[in-house]
């Protein structure tokens, strides 16, 4: 991934925020046709320190689990908000009119090697920890154990589990931080007052870049 140094993002505990706020990875891996990219939610582990194991599930009919290359590192990578920027929002415009569109991001890639486990036992155990995290919002949280024991067993059969112990972590938050403060600003107020997907926590993201600049 390209990384200019001021859109670098070290902080592995950061990157561990953004990877459990939006767990739908996209996983990549060499399989015998090529690359491949699949959709699946990773639960991550704190351990082993310090960068952690990500854990998951595919469908048994899925062939990533029996098609990769296992001696080459597959790729997690973790999407946080992104959004459009307008030129409009740069008072500089106003003064030079040198200014153009740009698209702001947060992303992590997550570098490991994949583990295939088909185990019924570490299968329900992976189902428990990522239902229980996602589920903890809710008013009345639901349970594996709410349905049929004969029921979850069955779909358990029908899937095989994940893990990715991770050799090496990297993150890139384009926020602005290229942007003198007043055009920071001005991406701040633009996206506080837009409906924009994800303007409210890019404009979050620009703010606390624009923190750490000082």
């Known amino acids: 991934m390209y990384t200019p140094k001021f859109f670098e993002e070290p902080r592995i505990d950061v990157m561990h925020q953004l990877m459990m706020a939006r767990p739908l990875a996209t996983l990549v891996t060499l399989a015998s046709s090529g690359l491949a990219a699949n959709h699946i939610p990773l639960h991550l582990a704190d351990t082993p320190a310090p960068l952690g194991t990500l854990r998951g599930h595919v469908a048994r009919a899925n062939p990533l689990w029996s098609d990769f290359a296992k001696d080459i590192e597959v790729l997690a990578i973790f999407h946080g908000p992104d959004s459009y920027i307008t030129p409009n929002w740069y008072p500089t415009k106003h003064e030079t009119g040198k200014v153009v569109p740009t698209w702001n991001y947060a992303v992590v890639h997550a570098h490991g090697t994949l583990r295939v486990i088909d185990d019924a036992v570490w299968v329900r155990a992976q189902l428990e920890a990522l239902t229980d995290h996602h589920e903890a919002g809710f008013t009345k949280p639901w349970a594996v154990s709410d349905a049929p024991r004969e029921f979850t067993e069955k779909l358990i059969a029908s899937i095989v589990g994940i893990e990715i112990i991770i050799s090496k ?18 991406v701040i107020a633009g996206l506080s007052n837009s409906e924009l997907r994800d303007a409210e926590a890019m404009a979050a993201l620009v703010a606390e870049g624009t923190k750490r600049a000082k």
């Open 169 to 186: 972590l990297s993150g890139k938050w384009k926020v602005s931080q290229n942007q003198p403060a007043l055009n920071q600003a001005g």
